[in-house]
Nanobody, 115 residues
Framework: VQVVESGGDLVQAGGSLRLSCVVS???????AAWYRQAPGKEREQVAG???????NYADAVKGRFTISRDSAKNSVFLQMNSLKPEDTGRYYC???????????WGRGTQVAVSS
């Protein structure tokens, strides 16, 4: 199983980015989540999407970030708008099967937001 993130970049505060996560080697129902880790901080979940497409968001990103998927392309996306310097960090995609301990991570993509 491979999980590959892309789309990270350096942007100014107020800007937007769209992160992509492509999953290969894993078929069937999946749950997905985006996590981020800022320097010196623990990794935190920012958004999740269930196998039934229910979504949830961390309070810090509600109203600004949107998680979505394209099942036909085995892809998960994170649209990030109104970016703030505190959104800076490495963003990771996590893929899990429902009712299973199977969990797969990518290597992450770097997001930097300048003030």
């Amino acid at each position: 199983v491979q999980v590959v993130e892309s789309g990270g970049d350096l942007v100014q505060a107020g800007g937007s980015l769209r992160l992509s996560c492509v999953v290969s080697g894993l078929s069937g129902s999946k749950m997905a989540a985006w996590y981020r880790q800022a320097p010196g901080k623990e990794r935190e979940q920012v958004a999740g999407i269930s196998s039934a497409d229910y979504t949830n968001y961390a309070d810090a990103v509600k109203g600004r970030f949107t998680i979505s998927r394209d099942s036909a392309k085995n892809s998960v996306f994170l649209q990030m708008n109104s970016l703030k310097p505190e959104d800076t960090g490495r963003y990771y995609c996590n893929i899990r099967r429902p009712y299973s301990t199977e969990s797969y991570w990518g290597r992450g993509t770097q997001v930097a937001v300048s003030s």
